[in-house]
């Protein structure tokens, strides 16, 4: 049975740090990219960030460039997120998400759209992180 769990959510204030970490079992953690959703009240579920477990493909949305650092620790199978210089727009529920390594023109659509719910096969139930100014 494959399980996904987010952990170190929190209150901080704004300029603050946080690293969120999500540990899976259940699954072969390589053969799986992962990614990093975020969902804030009222707003739809958006991926933020994800790392292939295969090799160096990294995503990064716009609003999280150059402060959120999405990293793996394979031998872990465990994921995770660094949060810097947080603002009260990142206040949200933390979720990851798993899904089959997938093909290069996966990636390459992410020019065009943020990642898509419906490709995701395991997630977590979320971890609230809230940012207070």
């Known amino acids: 049975q494959v399980q996904v769990m987010e952990s170190g959510g929190g209150s901080v204030q704004a300029g603050g740090s946080l690293r969120l970490s999500c540990t899976t079992s259940?699954?072969?953690?390589?053969?799986?990219?992962m990614c990093w959703f975020r969902q804030a009240p009222g707003q739809e579920r958006e991926g933020i960030l994800c790392?292939?477990?295969?090799?160096?493909?990294?995503y990064y949305a716009d609003s999280v460039k150059g402060r959120f650092t999405i990293s793996r620790d394979n031998a872990k199978s465990t994921l995770y997120l660094q949060m810097t210089t947080l603002n009260t727009e990142d206040t949200a529920m933390y979720y990851c998400?798993?899904?089959?390594?997938?093909?290069?023109?996966?990636?390459?659509?992410?020019?065009?759209?943020?990642?898509?719910?419906?490709?995701?096969?395991?997630w977590g139930q979320g971890t609230q992180v809230t940012v207070s100014s």
């Open positions: 998400a798993a899904l089959p390594n997938p093909a290069l023109n996966w990636w390459l659509r992410l020019h065009q759209h943020s990642p898509q719910e419906s490709d995701f096969h395991y």
């Open positions: 259940g699954l072969n953690f390589d053969d799986y990219t």
């Open positions: 790392a292939s477990g295969k090799n160096d493909n990294k």
